[in-house]
């Protein structure tokens, strides 16, 4: 098991486990905003409709390609 934070909170999964999945397991699916305000939410899985974008360790990032890593820092973006 990993250990990373998902907007401010330590969730444990299994090594290999994407970004994406995570953030389902932490309850937190919404990994951004659009510029109208409304929650996004991974959607296809591999990348094409970058709904799911987040920033991890200052970076934006697709979750979905993503693999956790151990202490990362993964937060949603507006």
Do not use: H, W, Y
Request: proline content about 1%; charged content about 20%.
């Amino acid at each position: 098991m990993i250990e990373l934070m998902i907007n401010a909170q330590l969730i444990r999964v299994i090594e290999g486990t994407t970004v994406a999945a995570a953030l389902t397991l932490a309850q937190q699916c919404n990994s951004r905003l659009s510029v109208t305000g409304q929650v996004r939410e991974p959607f296809c899985g591999m990348g094409v409709c970058q709904e799911c974008r987040v920033s991890i360790d200052g970076k934006r990032v697709l979750s979905c390609q993503t693999l956790c890593r151990q202490g990362m820092k993964v937060e949603s973006i507006a």
